[in-house]
């Protein structure tokens, strides 16, 4: 039997990036706000203490800082008539756990998507007509623009300390920038990273080839930074240990460095973690929520009654709670019906490894937003006309880090171990980058989530049910960009390469991208959105669902600048009309 | 930008949390011992009487097998150590004996159909149940086709084996062979380079072979010198908890530089 609790205005389900934001923005309008997190408590310090901070296999390979997956996975299939198996290990994507989630061991690649992607489908249909699309892409307009994005865009980056260079103020293309992107209302809070050798040659070639090269902007901060929170985050010294990893510096942006610090001081926040929510309670017809239960440490379980219930979560965890709780109807990807579980989209990646005979680069060292990068072939920055796909990505090349367990290229046709697997290892280790084609995915009818009918969780309730693969669209568009990633490779002097574009059936086995998008999808029409342009359920409108799963597709970029945007967006939607007027905002 | 001045550079950091590196601070350098950590190591290692390292999980049987297997998977050859010298079985067993062994944070809950090889990892038995089995089963074929276990087989037999369960062509009895091949590879690597403190990459014979430095120092004085090799005694968390290597006001490590000579690759 759960205990109740004293009913609070505002309940958000996760404490990582979206969760932090709106709940200090909450609180601060005066609303009583409670933060439930499922795993612990971490900070800079001591959790990311130096010299234990540079372990790789303790946090690189053993996931130190990701999901026990003991408690809960999720389960996998290729295709509907498949049967679906649990991800037993992490491989493809690394989502978090505990407070700070997955912004803790993020890269900090920090972008805005194109005005285009918020406008996939009529833009497409206008340019090239109905034929450009696949009969079974399901990918739509976003039900925002990026010019009702912008104010939020710039909020989040000022808020994180992003770094880098404009490449469009006001409409007005600026050298060093990236010319492709839509238009800033302001320069970026702090100037880019520093330029290594793997990025000044990478540069340098794509210049040659008539391109646009630009530092990534970059969420691990070029110097001391306070931002409009007063936090003071600290500069980055290109230790190479930022995926997967805490930064020691308090130099990565997070909910730990940027937000964190303020929030917990708030009289009207409080913070509960080894939280684990099961569910979402609604009224007896289903049209508001009353309270979440949740389960702690010692079994207890707990009624928290809200007002305002915000499913701040990763991805998955968002689309799943509101399938055990029936917020909103199931997606049927047989009937094309229903609206949750519906659009699940990923991240489709290429790479060209690029090797050379007399050049080092000193892999180790760098950040893990240190790149430099084109996006002359991202949305529809270039000409679809007869490619047959639509969409495209950013193709960078990057010094993030080469620890040695992971990063040990070799030539293809090296054998995988012995003496010349070896002697090659030691060549090429320092003399070696890589270029990654960082792929949109559209979304089709048959990638998407339900409840698994077999498995479950440790609570007795079922796993999430993931069915995805790629489709000819991203095959093609990846042939394409891996295509371009190799002549950049070739102009800057690579004496061999490795060409690997996306082939062959999506496994969930090698490291790809946490970049898993969509399920609970935003849009204009509530038949195929599960939440409307402010990221409210249709059918529950006091619950709000923030995060990447709101994404009708997925872009060719890093989702989190976008996701940032979408959580001011929510925010001020809260804030002016919602908290005025409850009820639905579209 | 070539270093000229000295073969040593002992880069400082310049960057207190929350203050900016001043410009030209890059070659700013501190005197500093010419301290080799290896050799410091083993004088604290006799200091402290060092404990012995007993293994914990693998049989003696199980030690003889993989000191075998790794020494083919990364052999000891003109460039250095090998896995076995490195300890990659003493790693292989701490790991097997810990959380990674027993399949911590792991989903476990059946059932357990084969799967897709999309699908990953299926097996109802955790890591330390695959390498028991796995040895065993390739010994008994071993017994079966050479009558003798694994290590007991010239090298180039071993060598024949060990392409055999890579490449799935030798069935055994209780795990698919390929399955267990790739979680063996993948584990010695990860001793080979991972930091010394879990019992492999002993003298830091990984870090050696590619020239990692193991725990960076700052970099920002160096991200930018482009072409230019940075050659540093590589450091493990050991040397800096005991306090073997010299650390900044962050805890990073402050790096003794090699001479050209010792560079190696």
Not at chain 1, 549 to 556: E, K, L, V
Request: charge should be neutral; include cysteine.
């Amino acid at each position: 039997m759960a205990t109740k609790l004293k009913a609070v205005d505002v309940v958000t389900v996760g404490v990582g990036l979206t969760g932090t934001i709106l709940a200090k923005e909450l609180a601060d309008s005066g609303l009583k706000v409670v933060g439930l997190e499922r795993g612990g408590w971490r900070d800079t310090h001591p959790d990311f203490d130096m010299p234990h901070a540079h372990d790789e296999l303790r946090y690189a390979r053993r996931h130190e800082l990701m999901q026990d997956l003991s408690k809960e996975t999720l389960t996998f299939r290729n295709a509907i008539g498949d049967t679906a198996l649990p991800m037993r290990y992490m491989g493809s994507f690394l989502p978090g756990e505990g407070v700070g989630g997955a912004a803790v061991h993020w890269n900090g690649v920090t972008w805005r998507f194109l005005p285009w992607d918020f406008e996939t489908r009529s833009r497409t249909l206008a340019r090239y007509g109905k034929t450009q699309l696949a009969e079974e892409c399901t990918s739509q307009d976003w039900g925002v623009t990026y010019d009702d994005l912008e104010p939020h865009f710039d909020r989040f980056e000022y808020l994180y300390g992003i770094c880098g260079k404009a490449g469009n103020l006001k409409g007005q293309i600026q050298p060093g920038g990236n010319p492709f992107e839509g238009p800033r209302s302001r320069e970026y809070p702090n100037p880019p990273m520093k330029t290594s050798h793997v990025g000044a040659l990478y540069g340098k070639a794509a210049r040659e080839l008539g391109l646009h090269p630009f530092p990534a902007p970059s969420a691990n901060m070029t110097r001391p930074y306070t931002n409009p929170y007063g936090l003071t985050l600290g500069a980055c010294v290109y230790c190479g240990y930022c995926e997967r990893f805490g930064c020691e510096m308090g130099a990565k942006a997070s909910p730990q460095t940027a937000v964190l610090p303020v929030l917990m001081k708030s009289p009207n926040y409080e913070l509960r973690t080894l939280a684990s929510v099961v569910r979402v309670n609604l009224d007896s017809e289903k049209k508001r929520a009353v309270s979440v239960t949740y389960v702690d440490s010692r079994g207890r379980e707990f009624e928290q009654p809200a007002e305002l219930v915000l499913l701040t979560s990763y991805v998955f965890s968002n689309v799943r709670l509101m399938l055990l709780s029936g917020i909103g109807k199931p997606y049927d990807p047989a009937a094309n019906s229903g609206v949750v579980g519906r659009n699940y989209a990923y991240q489709t990646n290429g790479n060209v490894t690029a090797f050379f005979e007399d050049k080092v680069f000193n892999q180790f060292m760098g950040a893990g937003a240190l790149s430099m990068m084109i996006d002359d072939f991202d949305g529809d920055n270039f000409d679809h006309a007869g490619l047959g796909f639509i969409g495209g990505g950013w193709i960078g090349a990057a010094s993030s880090g080469g620890r040695p367990i992971d990063f040990r290229p070799v030539p293809s046709g090296t054998p995988r171990w012995g003496g010349e697997w070896k002697k090659a290892t030691a060549r090429y280790y320092n003399r070696t980058f890589g270029i990654t084609t960082h792929g949109a995915c559209q979304s089709y009818r048959g990638n998407c989530f339900d409840l698994d009918p077999t498995y479950r969780d440790a609570y007795g309730l079922p796993l999430l049910r993931m069915t995805f693969d790629f489709r000819q669209n991203e095959y093609r568009m990846s042939e394409y960009m891996t295509k371009k990633a190799a002549e950049i490779a070739k102009a800057a002097g690579a004496s061999r390469m490795n060409v690997t574009p996306r082939t062959g059936k999506y496994s969930i086995v090698p490291y790809q991208s946490t970049h898993n998008t969509g399920g609970a999808v935003m849009g204009a029409d509530p038949k195929t959105s599960a939440v409307n342009k402010y990221l409210q359920s249709w059918d529950v409108p006091n619950v709000f669902v923030i995060g990447a799963s709101a994404f009708p597709q997925n872009g060719g970029y890093n989702p989190t600048g976008t996701v940032g945007a979408l959580t001011f967006h929510a925010l001020e939607a809260i804030k002016s009309r919602y908290l005025k007027q409850p009820g639905p905002l579209a | 930008m070539k270093e000229t001045s000295g073969r040593r550079r002992f880069l400082k950091s310049a960057a207190a949390l929350g203050a900016a590196i001043p410009a030209g601070a890059a070659a700013q350098s501190k005197p500093a011992p010419n301290v080799d950590h290896d050799k410091q190591r083993a004088q604290h290692m006799r200091a402290a009487a060092a404990q012995p390292r007993p293994y914990m999980f693998l049989s003696q049987t199980e030690v003889a097998f993989l000191d075998a297997a790794v020494s083919h998977l990364i052999p000891k050859d003109e460039l250095g150590p090998g896995a076995k010298e490195a300890g990659v079985t003493y790693f292989i067993d701490q790991q097997l004996f810990g959380g990674y062994g027993s399949m911590a944070k792991k989903y476990t809950q059946g059932p357990w159909p084969e799967g897709t090889p999309q699908q990953g990892y299926q097996s109802p038995l955790t890591p330390a149940a695959v390498y028991r089995a796995g040895i065993r089963d390739t010994n008994e074929y071993c017994k079966k086709t050479h009558g003798k276990t694994f290590d007991a087989l010239s090298r180039a037999q071993q060598e024949e084996v060990l392409k055999g369960l890579d490449g799935g062509k030798i069935e055994l009895e209780q795990v698919r062979s390929q399955f267990f091949f790739n979680m063996l590879l993948a584990n010695t690597v990860e001793g080979f380079f991972a930091d010394p403190v879990y019992g492999g990459n002993r003298d830091k014979a990984g870090w050696k072979l590619v020239g990692f430095p193991g725990v960076a120092a700052v970099y920002t004085p160096f991200i930018e010198k482009h072409n230019v090799p940075y050659r540093a005694q590589p450091v493990s968390i050991a040397d800096i908890t005991q306090k073997i290597a010299q650390v900044d006001e962050h805890g990073h490590a402050i790096h003794v530089m090699l001479d050209d000579d010792q560079a190696g690759v």
